[in-house]
């Protein structure tokens, strides 16, 4: 009988899943039906409702906006969310429910680390735990969908927005875009504790020509599809219920008007069911592009591409009249009010289109939430020098000098509904830490006879992100003479730097004691860097992005591919080398590799081997370690990158203690885009790495065989 049970229960629930589709879809149809043709471009619009404040109750009412774009939280509120959601469901004629939408990217009220720094913490638990926290803050203040994860892969740090993306790797972008959409939209995004993830920008925006933000790109299929979309799949295969398109153009085809990408791709081949919007008046922008001569002709190559939404201009205003001229058949827009009407309904909108604005406060910046961010934020930091000086101790005396010692400026791009008043500085960390043990000497007043100097230094977050792209990352030339002087002085010194990007340290490599990368860690700033300063908190971090030598190696980056002559292809003033390589990092304990294994040296197409390796904490204290596996496929029908991460794990070792770590390698793994553009595995000799940084050089080799 039990038996039968469950079976009968395993069919019920199976048939109600396939039920509700059906039932969400035949509601879908009708209210179809029952619209014109101006409420259906209507649904496909998003204004943005800073700049529709004087007339936003009559356009809701007469049914033309699908959704919202953008909040400012100097008028934005639960309260007002509600009162316009309100109009929307009694006085529109339908009574459909309106999408509001923000850049939730790291974090609403609680602010964690730029995404450039959670990605050095290579912790997609971590990232999951933040963006679900940030979720729930954002769902209970009125923002059902966020702009985010971005999973641009680039290795341009001209380029301002590589803050935004999770570094320069194919898979870490692909991994942690998906923990990223995990961690937003949860197991049931009708709950207000989660999110619907936009992922973006699809795509190939990374490589904007030159690391000129919007930029045009020149970007072979194959690349397209073997380093700059996969990161995109990842993220709809774990459930993104849109896509925002670029601003730039995919080798002269505007991304916004794109079938290739957004339609044979995104729709067709990957069956993504969400809907695709566009960037800020990305749609009007065809026309600057040049592939649009006017406002229809935009809207209409824009739709016939494939983009359902338009945020902000209003071409698609036009297609009322395309439709009627046959340049734009209905069962296209058809199409893409029913994507957006699914999406409303995975929100549970029109069930319960009110959130509770009583609870709101009760969820924004909780002590819970600041000890995450506090924790995402020493998780994230990269150690790149120490010559013993790091970790301090909590008593005695600490020069601190630097611009950003009591600098709230630690919140990076996209603050949302972040405060930086609620940011704790270096200085107050530093002293909440020590509780009054160890004496702060600020720089200017520091006597000779002090020893160690902390010195903070950075950049604004104002320096980087959109459009803040720039010729020079070098470390400012006032930064470096803080650091030359304070070594003239016979200090120890040590760099703590804030910055949104890759820089150019080399020139105070020769002055500076030790190197710790902060990024911009958020509301928990001050505290997650005297967590790692004074040892509570072990740096684990890893670099998931290449710092050059110097600005002319740009773009840098480990996975390139092997020239015809390897010894030739540097500069005649530098080798090619970064000056410190993708997954490099330290700790205050040290590693040590050894026994590299494999269960064979074969791999068969449809299976599997086991590699493992032993790792020993040689040091005296217990440390998280980034143990990374890349492979090298020697032979192809292209030429492959000379090494790629293709698993990576990061076991806490305690002092003393060896830890096998044994990855397994699936033939799937290895699968790419060959020389005709198909997705599949290509028998031959591969070179296996596995080690702390993608220089490592232990080293095994295997065949994949049919
Ligand atoms: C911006 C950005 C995009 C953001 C959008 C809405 O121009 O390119 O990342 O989500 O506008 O703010």
Known sequence: MRVLFCVCCLISVNI?????????????????????????????????LDEHSKDVENEIAAGKVGSFCSFNKRHYTPSERNRLQKIAIEKSRLGIPIIFTYDVIHGFSTIYPISLGLSASWDLNLAKQVASMAAKEARYYGIDMTFSPMVDVSRDPRWGRISECYGEDVLLNSVFGKATVEGYQGNDLSKHENIGSCVKHFVGYGLSMGGRDKQFTEISKNTLLNTYLPPFKSAVDAGAVSVMTAFNDISGIPASANKF????????????????LSDWDAVLELQNHGIAGNDKEAAEKAINAGLDMEMRSDMYLNLVKSVKEGNVKESVVD?????????????????????????????????????????????????????????????????????????????????????????????????????????????????????????????????????????????????????????????????????????????????????????????????????????DVNPSGKLTCSFPKMNGQIPIFYSDRISGRPRENKYKNIDANPLFEFGFGLSYTKFEYSNLKMSSNTLKKDGSITVSIDVKNIGKREGKEVVQLYIHDKVASISRPKRELVKFAKPNIKAGETQTITFNLSASDLAFYNIDDQYTLESGAYDLWVGGSSNCELSSKFTLED
């Open 335 to 535: 199409e893409a009010v029913r994507r957006v009407l699914r999406i409303k309904y995975k929100l549970g909108l029109f069930d319960n289109p009110y959130i509770d604005d009583k609870k709101s406060n009760k969820v924004q910046l909780t002590e819970e939430n600041r000890k995450l961010a506090r924790k995402a934020g020493a998780e994230s930091m990269v150690l790149l020098k120490n010559n013993g000086v790091l970790p301090l101790g909590k008593k005695g005396r600490l020069i601190i000098d630097g611009p950003f010692t009591n600098s709230k400026d630690m919140l990076g791009w996209w603050i949302g509904n972040g405060d930086d008043q609620n940011v704790v500085t270096v200085e107050e960390g530093i002293r909440n830490k020590t509780a009054g043990k160890l004496q702060i000497i600020h720089g200017s007043l520091s006597r000779n006879y002090d020893k160690t100097v902390l010195i903070c230094l950075g950049e604004s977050g104002g320096n980087f992100g959109e459009s803040n792209c720039i010729t020079d990352v070098t470390i400012p030339k006032s930064q470096i003479e803080l650091v030359k002087e304070a070594k003239a002085k016979g200090k120890n010194v040590i760099a703590v730097i804030f910055n949104g990007r890759p820089w150019v340290l080399t020139p105070i490599m020769d002055y500076a004691d030790a190197i710790l990368i902060a990024w911009h860690p958020g509301t928990e700033a001050g505290n997650a860097v005297a967590d790692v300063l004074f040892g």
């Open 261 to 276: 990408t957004m339609t044979d791709v995104l729709k067709d081949q990957w069956g993504f069911d969400g809907f695709t």
């Open 16 to 48: 109600f899943a396939q039920k509700t589709d059906s039932v969400t879809e035949k509601k879908i149809t009708t209210l179809l039906s029952k619209m014109t043709l101006e409420e259906k471009i209507g649904q496909l619009s998003q204004p943005v």
